[in-house]
């Protein structure tokens, strides 16, 4: 008998287990929620207005109608950023020619990342600026959207490596501004679940049958 | 008679190193070469560690760099062409433009807070993977090189 309660439990946990991986095809949305009347408001990306590698304003209108993959790096990074450039080409090499997904990458150190290092920077890697957008603007600016838009911590820290500490995360935004996943842009593995999920979230968007 | 002798000897010389390549080695040598073999092996297990700790976020698993932003190692023209240099690269980083296989890189290479036999064992796992064949870098070499490195 004690036998096989502990056989439901141990199924109970491996259904709990399972629940992050949901069998449904939608990804989760991540953040606070608000429930008003009928209504649940979800947390979404603030305004927000950068400047990209050409000089060119950048705002949540940019990304309309599309989903994009965002992180905060620095150029002179010399810890976990070039790894994760390296994984964001990645999702830049999947979706090259899909219109519906762009990448926004956020310097933390905007005194040294200025437009011209980050074209410089942006060349170097080969990419198309309408695809891949380098941003700066007032540190603190992009520290306060990191920290509560994106839910990213960055900060300077005299004491780490290149004088900033920061997360190696990789955000999957919709196109309602939710974040809908969060990924160690550091781990092969982790990016290879934000590729996929990408997919997944853009097939919400196709017309139902 | 003294020029005498130095002929000798060079012709002596000559012989051995010519005859290097002969299976018929003195058992000193034999010693040596394996004792070396040995070491090279274990600076290739050592130096793989330090190298992902240190090395790989830039340089990648594979030694091939990133785009234009970190040069490749493997394959690489200016490691390959200068060990003492590279071991002061390791040691104090790099900050000017240096070009790799003909490629111009700039980007900042920070220096390693590591001790010279690990850089030894590093350089000798980045100069003998991925198709460099550099041989053992002996942390005795390392030592004079790091010594003589030019003050950034």
Redesign the interface.
């Known amino acids: 008998m004690i036998r096989s309660e502990y056989l439901v439990f141990a199924i109970l946990i491996t259904l709990i287990g399972c629940t992050s991986t949901p069998s449904s095809d939608k990804l989760p949305i991540y953040g606070n929620k608000i429930f008003e009347e009928n209504d649940t408001i979800y947390h979404t990306v603030e305004d927000f207005k950068l400047v990209d590698q050409d000089s060119s304003w950048v705002t949540n209108s940019t990304f309309e109608d599309q989903v994009y993959v965002s992180d905060f790096f620095f150029?002179?990074c010399?810890?976990?950023?070039?790894?994760m450039?390296?994984q964001m080409?990645r999702v830049y090499e999947k979706f090259e020619n899909n219109d519906q997904v762009a990448i926004l990458s956020h310097t933390i150190d905007p005194k040294h990342d200025t437009v011209a290092v980050l074209k410089d920077?942006a060349?170097?890697?080969?990419i198309k600026s309408n695809k891949w957008k380098f941003v700066t603007g007032d540190q603190d600016y992009i520290y306060d959207l990191g920290e509560k838009s994106y839910m990213v911590m960055a900060d300077e820290d005299p004491n780490a490596?290149?004088g900033f500490i920061h997360s190696g995360a990789f955000l999957l935004v919709d196109k309602e501004r939710r974040i809908r996943g969060v990924y160690d842009g550091t781990i092969d593995e982790q990016v290879d679940i934000l590729l996929n999920d990408i997919e997944k979230l853009l097939r919400e968007y196709e017309p139902t049958n | 008679m003294n020029q005498l002798t130095k002929a000798i000897s060079f012709l002596l010389v000559l012989l051995m190193i010519s005859c290097g390549g002969n299976t018929e080695n003195t058992q000193e040598e034999n010693t040596i070469s394996s004792r070396d073999e040995i070491r090279l092996k274990q600076y290739m297990v050592q130096g793989a560690k330090i190298y992902s700790t240190y090395c790989a976020?830039?340089h990648?698993d594979d030694g091939k760099g990133?785009?234009?932003?970190?040069p490749p190692l493997a394959g690489s023209d200016y490691l390959m062409e200068d060990f003492a240099r590279a071991a002061c690269i390791i040691k104090n980083g790099q900050a000017k433009e240096i070009v790799v296989n003909g490629v111009a890189y700039s980007?900042?290479?920070?220096g390693n807070p590591i001790t010279n036999l690990e850089v030894a064992e590093v350089l000798t796992y980045v100069t003998n993977s991925w198709g460099n064949e550099g041989g053992l870098m002996g942390v005795k070499d390392i030592d004079k090189w790091i010594d003589a490195c030019e003050e950034e």
């Open positions: 150029t002179s010399p810890t976990i950023c070039p790894k450039k390296q080409l920077f060349n170097k890697l080969s490596a290149g | 976020n830039c990648q990133l785009a234009a932003l970190y980007q900042l290479m920070p």
